[in-house]
């Protein structure tokens, strides 16, 4: 199942719940949100009481992608927030292991993160606690990237290994998905795609989400 995960860092926060409310209606069945700290990604975002705000205008899941360091300071204040899933980045935890069993214990899906540099083997040991792999398919820190080619081929290599290790991680992309670029990503293997300015950029955030999510069905079905 294809679901679509809508960014934030693309909408208007002076209509930020109404954004969300009709990126649903168009079918985004996940909210996506991004957590910078302004040090490891060269950005600064924002924090857990965004998070509970957002709680209390929307039932979809709220993904917070924690683009930070120290992760495991944060995680339990994100999780009172209000978040129902939460990944951290291979390069920013050095004990990753212990983060993923951080995140579980606040009753959080578990999602490991990592950047177009970095290889899918790098998470070899990780891939049994996962619920989630997020791939980046643009370098973290801002929205309305180029979509990076490369990231193709590490959403194929985590289907074969799922398959492989008979694990039940979903696959998730994050950068650059369009129109333009849904079909690839569906058919390596993706399937839950964040997409920011394909949503919140310009136009109906509803009718942007209904376009995203019926190229990628069709696509799916092409596959098939």
Known sequence: MIELAASILSADFSRLGEQVHAAGEGGGSVVHVDIMDGHFVPNLTIGPPVVKS????????????LMIENA?????????????????????????????HLIKSHNCLAGVVINPATPVDTLSEVLDIVDYVLVMSVNPGFGGQKFIPAALHKMRRLAEIRSQRR??????????????????VVRAGAEILVAGNAVFGSG???????????????ALLLKV
């Open 54 to 65: 957002l709680r209390k205008v929307t039932k979809l899941p709220l993904d917070c992608h």
């Open 167 to 184: 694990l039940a991680y979903r696959i998730e992309v994050d950068g650059g998905i369009s129109l333009d670029t849904v079909a690839d």
């Open 72 to 100: 495991d300071e944060f995680i339990p204040a994100f999780a009172d927030a209000g978040a129902d899933w939460i990944s951290v980045h291979q390069e920013a935890c050095p004990h990753l292991n212990r983060t993923l």
């Open 204 to 218: 109906d955030p509803r009718k942007n989400a209904e376009a995203l999510l019926k190229a990628a069905t069709e």
